[in-house]
C-alpha cells in the first residue's frame, strides 16, 4: 500500500485590518476597479463561516502567540443561506487546519474531513487514525488537544482575476462556545455566545508581489491595521482575563 499523500501546503502574506466604516468603504471602492465578489454557491449567496480553535490543556498554542511563531489549530465549517432572514446551514465542507503566521508571512497545511472525524474534535475524543484529521494532528507541535471556542461570522470575499490577491470582510464576528455537531443541513449558528466583536475585520492575503494598486489602497488602511487574531480575541474573551501562559 502506497503512503497517504501528505497535506497541501501554502503560503502567502496576510495583513488584519478593523477600520472604520469610512475607511473601509473607501477601501473597498479603490479595490472594486481590480476584484470581484466572489460567490461560491449561487443558491447561498449569503456565505458565513463557523472556525472552532482547539489548543492543549496547557494552552500551548494561545502561548505560541506571544512569541512571534504564532500556530493555530482550527476547524473550518461553511454555512450560508438564500435570505438573511432564514438560519445559515451548514454546506458540508469542512476542513481541519494548522496554521503559521511569522510577521505576514502565512503558512497553512489543510485537510478535507468527514462529519464523523469532525465530531470526534468536537467532542474531544480522537479522530478515526486512518482518516486525514488524525494524520495531520500527528504533525501538530502540541497535544493532546480539546476545542476551546468558536468564531461565527458573515464572510464577504473580493478576488482579482488571477486570484493573486483575496481580501474578506467578515462582518458579525461573535464568540461561542464550541458547536456540538458538524452535520450537513443544520442550522450554524452559535447558541452559546460568549461575546460579540465591536469592529469588522478585514483580511488581505496575497500571493507572489504586491500589485501597485493594493499598495495605494491599503494606504487608507493602515491606521487600523491589527496583528491580534480571530483566535486571540475569542480566548481572551473565553479565559476572561485569565493569563494566556502555560
Known sequence: ?????????????????????????????????????????????????????????RLDFLDSCRHGHTQRLRLREYAGTADLAQPAVLTGTRYLELKTNRGEQRTKVRVPITSDEASALLGGAEPPASGAAARLLRDSPHGPVRPWVMAWYRRGTLANADASVRITVDEDLVFALPPRDSQLGVP???????????????????????????????????????????????????????????
Not at 502506497?2 to 479603490?30: G, H, I, K, M
Not at 456565505?47 to 480553535?53: D, I, P
Not at 475585520?201 to 491589527?226: D, I, M, N, Y
Open 1 to 57: 500500500m502506497n503512503p497517504p499523500s501528505p497535506a497541501p501546503v501554502s503560503q502567502d502574506r496576510e495583513r488584519r485590518f478593523l477600520p472604520s466604516r469610512e475607511a473601509l468603504e473607501t477601501f473597498l471602492r479603490a479595490a472594486a476597479s481590480w476584484t470581484k465578489p466572489c460567490v461560491y454557491d449561487s443558491g447561498l449567496p449569503f456565505a458565513f463561516t463557523r472556525t472552532t480553535y482547539f489548543d492543549t490543556e
Open 188 to 246: 450554524a449558528a452559535p447558541t452559546r455566545l460568549i461575546q460579540q466583536a465591536p469592529a469588522t475585520l478585514v483580511e488581505v492575503k496575497g500571493w507572489g508581489p504586491q500589485p501597485s494598486w493594493l499598495e495605494e489602497a491599503l494606504r487608507t488602511l493602515e491606521a487600523f491595521e491589527t496583528h491580534d487574531s480571530k483566535f486571540e480575541q475569542g480566548m481572551r474573551a473565553l479565559l476572561d482575563g485569565v493569563p494566556a501562559v502555560k
